[in-house]
């Protein structure tokens, strides 16, 4: 049975830095493209970055200089490196592959 499972949101102040992981099991992870995808209240499911199999990330241009994807293979799990964050990227963080998504993790920018 696939699963995706996200760690390390939480509450951090304005400019501060996050790192977020995506723990995979069931695929193989070092032939699937992973992506990150947030929602925050009142809001659609947005874009946030891409990693594929050969390494070629895309990130959505609202976290474009901020937010940095990667991934471990030895380790099945991809991560997001998340910078100067801002109020604006208060929301739940998924992680996704094919048609699996993960049960998401919550950060909350504030002050």
């Known amino acids: 049975q696939v699963h995706l499972v996200e760690s390390g949101g939480r509450v951090v102040q304005p400019g501060e830095s996050l790192r977020l992981s995506c723990s995979a099991s069931g695929i193989i992870f070092s032939l699937s493209a992973i992506d990150w995808f947030r929602q925050s209240p009142g809001q659609g499911r947005e874009f946030v970055a891409r990693?594929?199999?050969?390494?070629?990330?895309v990130y959505g241009d609202s976290v474009k200089g901020r937010f940095i994807i990667s991934r471990d293979n030895a380790k099945n799990t991809v991560y997001l490196q998340m910078n100067s964050l801002k109020p604006e990227d208060t929301a739940v963080y998924y992680c996704h592959t094919d048609e699996y998504w993960g049960q998401g993790t919550q950060v909350t920018v504030s002050s």
């Open positions: 990693i594929t199999s050969a390494s070629r990330t």
